[in-house]
């Protein structure tokens, strides 16, 4: 079947199911195509509680599925595979943050938002990349517990030195694969060139960027920096809408280790599938939803730097 031919059959699904396809920034560049909204994880699930749809197809990986059921608990979603996980995610478990809050009794637990519902529920504020210092910095305790993301928590601290870390020991496999030896070969080769990264990245990677940002951060700057290359720190699928949005501009992936099997699962065929069978579903028991729901509800009351 040809990308047309598959494309016009789930958009007649989406339309017959009142559904809205969703597309992280990772996936892959045909998937993108089609999307009714692509973006960053949480910002994906706040547009499509948005919606009036009763259907969310969101191609993404597990824990971005639950976030969408938490803030659209009367929507079905979808996630076209079932077996699209988060390895960081699952580095970080309810029972494990809640032995680490025993030992530092009274400590609050700031989490990151690629975590699992569960952890979410165990946490008293959620975090995105894109707004991770505002939210530390928006809270009075000086000693904080961050989950699961070391890479960001250590970036986080560079900024607000006055804030006491705890970190648990978790990290994004495809962003800790590219090391500053890669960096600097990229740089020698391309002197022109800034160098962007995502905070996921090793605090020795970070350190040699000219910009540290999300993903939606990254499109920004690109969109508005005046320089015409870009060595781009994060996962590969990130370059299909920078190429689109700045067609004069050149974007050179930092390393080819850049790619996330997870994010790379989902196909359109098992979007289609999905919209056929109106499976995988995934939902999140309601007592865990509302706890997480809670901590993500403090995140957005932090107003944005």
């Not at 396809?21 to 994880?41: C, F, K, P, W």
């Not at 910002?43 to 749809?53: D, P, R």
């Not at 280790?257 to 069978?277: E, F, G, Y």
């Amino acid at each position: 079947m040809t990308f047309d031919e598959i494309s016009m059959q789930i958009r007649t699904l989406l339309k017959d199911r009142n559904a809205v396809l969703l597309a992280h920034n990772y996936m892959r560049d045909e998937v993108q195509a089609i999307a009714d909204i692509t973006g960053d994880s949480l910002q994906l699930s706040m547009e499509a509680a948005k919606t009036g749809a009763d259907v969310i197809v969101f191609c993404g990986v597990h824990f971005m599925a639950e976030s969408a059921a938490i803030l659209s608990p009367r929507k079905k979603v979808l996630l076209p595979r079932a077996d699209a996980g988060c390895p960081m995610a699952d580095m970080v478990d309810a029972a494990g943050l809640c032995d680490l809050k025993q030992k530092h009794p009274g400590v609050s637990v700031v989490t990151y938002v690629n975590s699992t519902a569960a952890v979410k529920a165990e946490s008293d504020i959620c975090c995105t990349s894109a707004n991770a210092v505002s939210v530390v910095r928006s809270l009075k305790e000086q000693q904080l517990i961050f989950a699961p993301d070391r890479n960001l928590g250590r970036w986080i601290a560079k900024a607000l030195p006055e804030k006491n870390f705890i970190y648990w020991d978790g990290f994004c496999p495809t962003h800790e694969r590219l090391t500053a030896a890669k960096v600097l070969e990229m740089q020698a080769a391309h002197p022109d060139a800034q160098f962007i990264c995502h905070p996921e990245c090793a605090p020795e990677v970070s350190a040699l960027a000219d910009h540290v940002c999300s993903t939606s951060g990254m499109y920004i700057y690109c969109r508005t920096s005046p320089a015409r290359q870009f060595i781009i720190g994060t996962e590969a699928g990130i370059l299909f809408k920078l190429r689109q949005e700045n067609p004069d501009k050149e974007f050179i992936l930092a390393s080819p280790a850049l790619i996330c099997p997870n994010m790379k699962l989902t196909s359109l065929d098992d979007i289609l599938v999905s919209l056929q069978t109106m499976e995988p579903v995934v939902t999140v028991p309601e007592e865990t939803a509302l706890k997480a729901k809670g901590a993500l509800d403090r995140m957005l009351e932090v107003p944005r730097d």
